[in-house]
């Protein structure tokens, strides 16, 4: 099957820093990418989709100002936490798909934790 | 509203032991129903799609049921491995706009033990 790679898997970091995560579709062009993130025994909560070329579509009650999400090109899509804080410690998951409707293929997740 | 709800919320067998994790959805309009297993600490890796007009999809152990009539989606595991401990997610594609969309179960948490 098609592979999804995020990095990084782990990441510590200071309150009030800022963080990128990358997902990389690795062997298909994915037009559209997820970004969603889960946090302890919940299922994985729909943050953002990002089209190739475009603006990001995030969910209610997600501030797009600090989660920044460029998708530059049809095999990268980046993550950017701005000013972390505690409460933003979670696990995100990035998934890409080739097509509209097609199988989205997951990363392996980026723990963050902020102290 | 479309939701997706999975029971049990959680599982504990023994293994070599059969199971079967049900997944219920109120998703409209229905495109595919999807199982995923999705390790501790890892994203989901998927088991099985089915549209409407499939009833049934076997992966290896795995083996997913679908009544669209119903809504209801069941996952059997056969002779259970201790790898198989893991978190089982049921996810409905629906439709939203011009793209399809994903709505997520929150999972059966399927610990096997020796």
């Known amino acids: 099957g098609a592979v999804v790679s995020q990095h990084p898997s782990r990441v510590i970091c200071k309150s009030g820093t800022s963080v990128k995560i990358e997902c990389r579709s690795l062997d298909f062009q994915a037009t559209t990418m997820f970004w969603y993130r889960q946090f302890p025994k919940q299922s994985l909560m729909l943050m953002a989709t990002s089209n190739e070329g475009s603006k990001a579509t995030y969910e209610q009650g997600v501030e797009k100002d600090k989660f920044l999400i460029n998708h530059a090109s049809l095999t990268l899509s980046t993550l950017t936490v701005t000013s972390a804080h505690p409460e933003d410690s979670s696990f995100y998951i990035c998934s890409a798909r080739p097509g509209w409707n097609t199988e989205a293929f997951f990363g392996q997740g980026t723990r963050l934790t902020v102290v | 509203k479309n939701q997706v709800e999975q029971s049990p919320q959680s599982l504990i067998i023994l293994e070599g032991k059969n199971c079967t994790l049900q997944c219920n959805y109120t998703v409209s309009p229905f495109s595919n129903l999807r199982w995923y297993k999705q390790d501790t600490g890892r994203g989901p890796v998927s088991l099985t799609i089915?549209?409407?007009?499939?009833n049934t999809k076997s992966n290896g152990r795995y083996t997913a049921t679908l009544d669209a009539d119903t809504k209801q989606s069941s996952l059997h595991i056969t002779a259970s491995q201790l790898s198989d401990s893991a978190s089982y997610i049921c996810?409905?594609?629906?439709?939203?706009?011009?793209?399809?969309?994903?709505?997520f179960g929150k999972g059966t948490k399927l610990s096997v033990k020796p």
């Open positions: 089915m549209t409407f007009s499939e």
């Open positions: 996810v409905v594609s629906g439709y939203r706009g011009s793209q399809g969309n994903l709505i």
